[in-house]
């Protein structure tokens, strides 16, 4: 089999599944970067040299191999390319094509009756409901989306993204984390509004008051990073925070491994939500907004970690509170987040799913996995979501 992977450019959250491809099909495999990587991403500590990784080829440097691949492989899969010229070039011919999408109407799904959105929609999506192509839905919320306009009617599946895989021997990774009776709490991304850095800040202030042995590790920079380092100061709390900057992904696993608890408290916008990933194979109890992407398709709500609904700060509050009045009776869901991690939600796992599914297409057959990546995208509309997580309805 030959695949190719368009998109915009590779990065770290992209190459352990491209890694796990390339050891299944060498040369077969190839991964086509249409853009060089912003700055902004460089300076957060993505970047890297895409010339170092043997299966990256570059649209902008070989154009006319990475078009040849793209018309010639067996299966394409097309992630944010920003060109959807070759996308259409590729559906035209009948040949198996896969779609990665994240959220089409993140700040509401009352956006779809916009005309000029539909027309580009139809253009994109629509029009090839009836060809050889199926939708990884990259976000739980994702199926719902597209089934709002008719897209991809039976042919959407979940996926997501597959973050470096870290395994320990047994009762290697709690040992990894204090014992001293001080919880570890875990904070990472920009600061920036959507992602809600403020909410760790109010914990913290609520955990002293109650006398609770803590201490909040904050990773990223961005906007808002000034404020909340003079929140902490303004409200005594410094002592209880480490601020770290801009973090590269692998000290940020790092730090995690020593964490008891990780917080995501992104809102409605953030499309799926890698550190999530990060989190559990860390071993880390998850307390995470429910709106993010990743929470419904990895998150079991009580079992392997804990969701929340909308912004509602007042409820994040009160789980991660119960956490520390009950933490030996609540600590076994970071070994489960762990192992859903290990077991299911990782490259190798997707990949060897990904090629099996993309193998029965070939045969003319959809057959989606029982469970985890490439099983059926359930269609469960933004609203009702949080109570299908709770009331293990997924």
């Not at 599946?157 to 895989?165: A, M, P, R, S």
């Not at 995690?256 to 990780?262: A, F, N, P, V, W």
């Not at 789980?319 to 859903?340: C, I, N, R």
């Not at 996995?369 to 009331?391: F, Q």
């Amino acid at each position: 089999m030959t695949f190719a992977f368009v998109s915009n450019y590779i990065n770290h959250h992209q190459i352990p599944l491209c890694d796990a491809l390339y050891k299944e099909l060498g040369n077969g495999f190839t991964f086509i970067q249409t853009m060089p990587m912003e700055k902004e991403r460089v300076d957060m500590g993505w970047g890297l040299d895409a010339h170092q990784l043997p299966y990256v080829r570059c649209l902008y440097e070989a154009k006319d191999e990475c078009v040849t691949k793209i018309m010639e492989s067996d299966a394409v899969l097309f992630g944010w390319s920003q060109r959807e010229d070759l996308a259409a070039a590729r559906l035209a011919t009948g040949k198996i094509t896969l779609r990665v999408s994240e959220r089409l109407y993140r700040e509401g799904q009352w956006r779809m009756i916009s005309p000029r959105g539909l027309a580009a929609k139809y253009r994109e999506h629509i029009r090839y409901r009836g060809r050889n192509v199926c939708l990884l839905c990259a976000g739980a919320y994702t199926a719902s989306d597209f089934h709002l306009i008719g897209a991809y009617p039976g042919k959407m599946f979940k996926w997501g993204y597959f973050t470096q895989l870290r395994t320990y021997g047994e009762g290697q990774l709690q040992a990894m984390k204090p014992a001293d009776g001080t919880l570890h709490i875990v904070w990472a991304g920009r600061f920036i509004p959507l992602k809600h850095p403020e909410y760790a800040v109010r914990l913290a202030e609520a955990l002293q008051k109650r006398g609770h042995r803590f201490f909040v590790h904050m990773l990223g920079g961005g906007e808002l990073e000034p404020e909340i380092r003079e929140e902490t100061e303004r409200l005594g709390l410094s002592p209880y925070f480490r601020f770290y900057g801009y973090t590269a992904p692998e000290q940020v696993r790092d730090v995690m491994e020593r964490c008891h608890i990780h917080l995501f408290t992104s809102n409605h916008l953030e499309g799926w939500g890698a550190v999530v990933n990060e989190g559990m194979n860390s071993g880390c109890v998850e307390v995470v907004s429910a709106q993010v992407g990743a929470a419904p398709y990895l998150i079991r709500h009580g079992i392997n970690g804990l969701v929340y609904p909308d912004d509602r700060y007042e409820k994040l509050e009160e789980l991660v509170l119960g956490l520390f009045a009950d933490w030996e009776e609540s600590k076994y869901m970071g070994q489960a987040a762990y192992e859903t991690i290990r077991d299911t939600w990782n490259a190798d796992h997707a990949a060897g799913e990904l090629l099996r599914f993309t193998g029965a297409l070939m045969s003319g057959e959809i057959v989606p996995a029982k469970e985890g990546p490439l099983s059926a995208a359930p269609v469960i509309s933004p609203r009702k979501m949080y109570r299908a997580m709770t009331e293990g309805l997924l």
